[in-house]
């Protein structure tokens, strides 16, 4: 048998990680339905046009993204809660699955599965709140207001008009950073819960904040490059700077994910 990979036991370790999450998974999904539902339900009950464009194309951006950045550190955060409980850490790590496995398994869940997830929860939720908004809309006396009722799909949705004037910008590369962003914010915060014994998520939170900090004094606030939006006219960038831009922002990612393996395999032989 590979001790590296086998897709047979990592089926396995799927299935049990599953079984025993499931519960804790819906409840979770369950209290992120009800605070969307509450504040749709007050963006709808108030029928100011203000609120109302929380339901325009730029507005389903700004929650969508929102959400998810918020929910998934959350999510990250609460993946390797079972290494407070000694009962519940000893049964992790005598899992018959390797390094490699128990690592793919935390990337799947909280880099691919959870966003998934979450994003068919907001579409479910958001097509017909869009559809309200837009009928209040209908029905209102206001002739000059602009409003802008697509539904906003990730990755589908190119454009995005930003104003009542119909100027348009590409959003996907805004949406490429975001998620990469994402991914890299979420390696980070399961690294730190998996490397910290005592208080993990506090001093996660802490080295984060303290990061926070030294970039802005610093002033070394990472460059967009590549992947800023314009709106105006096209930009041409370099090979180089293709390459600096790819790196910096596909590296971050791998490096802190990276990192979560090696903080994995430590816990396996301590």
């Given at each position: 048998?590979?001790?590296?990979?086998?897709?047979?036991?990592?089926?396995?370790?799927?299935?049990?990680?599953?079984?025993?999450?499931?519960?804790?998974?819906?409840?979770?999904?369950?209290?992120?339905?009800?605070?969307?539902?509450?504040?749709?339900?007050?963006?709808?009950?108030?029928?100011?046009?203000?609120?109302?464009?929380?339901?325009?194309?730029?507005?389903?951006?700004?929650?969508?993204?929102?959400?998810l950045l918020f929910s998934g550190l959350i999510?990250?955060?609460?993946?390797?809660?079972?290494?407070?409980?000694?009962?519940?850490?000893?049964?992790?790590?005598?899992?018959?699955?390797?390094?490699?496995?128990?690592?793919?398994?935390?990337?799947?869940?909280?880099?691919?599965?959870?966003?998934?997830?979450?994003?068919?929860?907001?579409?479910?939720?958001?097509?017909?709140a869009v559809m309200l908004a837009k009928a209040?809309?209908?029905?209102?006396?206001?002739?000059?207001?602009?409003?802008?009722?697509?539904?906003?799909?990730?990755?589908?949705?190119?454009?995005?008009?930003?104003?009542?004037?119909?100027?348009?910008?590409?959003?996907?590369?805004?949406?490429?950073?975001?998620?990469?962003?994402l991914s890299a914010a979420q390696a980070f915060?399961?690294?730190?819960?998996?490397?910290?014994?005592?208080?993990?998520?506090?001093?996660?939170?802490?080295?984060?904040?303290?990061?926070?900090?030294?970039?802005?004094?610093?002033?070394?606030?990472?460059?967009?490059?590549?992947?800023?939006?314009?709106?105006?006219?096209?930009?041409?960038?370099?090979?180089?700077?293709?390459?600096?831009?790819?790196?910096?922002?596909?590296?971050?990612?791998?490096?802190?994910?990276?990192?979560?393996?090696?903080?994995?395999?430590?816990?396996?032989?301590?």
């Amino acid at each position: 048998m590979n001790n590296f990979f086998n897709p047979t036991r990592f089926s396995r370790l799927l299935d049990a990680h599953w079984a025993e999450k499931r519960r804790e998974y819906v409840w979770f999904f369950a209290v992120l339905a009800m605070l969307d539902l509450i504040f749709m339900v007050i963006f709808l009950g108030t029928g100011h046009h203000a609120l109302l464009r929380q339901f325009q194309l730029s507005g389903q951006v700004f929650w969508y993204m929102l959400g998810l950045l918020f929910s998934g550190l959350i999510f990250a955060g609460r993946y390797f809660k079972y290494q407070l409980n000694p009962g519940a850490s000893l049964i992790a790590l005598m899992r018959p699955a390797s390094v490699f496995e128990k690592w793919l398994m935390a990337f799947l869940v909280i880099s691919i599965f959870y966003p998934l997830a979450y994003t068919l929860l907001y579409m479910l939720l958001n097509y017909p709140a869009v559809m309200l908004a837009k009928a209040v809309v209908k029905m209102s006396s206001c002739e000059t207001c602009l409003y802008d009722f697509r539904l906003y799909f990730p990755f589908l949705t190119t454009d995005l008009v930003v104003d009542g004037t119909g100027n348009a910008r590409p959003i996907l590369n805004e949406q490429m950073l975001f998620f990469m962003t994402l991914s890299a914010a979420q390696a980070f915060i399961a690294a730190g819960t998996a490397y910290f014994k005592r208080s993990p998520v506090l001093r996660t939170l802490l080295v984060l904040f303290l990061l926070f900090v030294l970039s802005i004094w610093t002033e070394t606030s990472p460059q967009l490059g590549i992947f800023a939006s314009v709106s105006d006219e096209a930009v041409h960038y370099s090979m180089m700077e293709y390459l600096l831009s790819l790196g910096l922002w596909l590296g971050v990612p791998v490096l802190l994910w990276a990192a979560l393996y090696f903080f994995i395999k430590e816990r396996e032989i301590a």
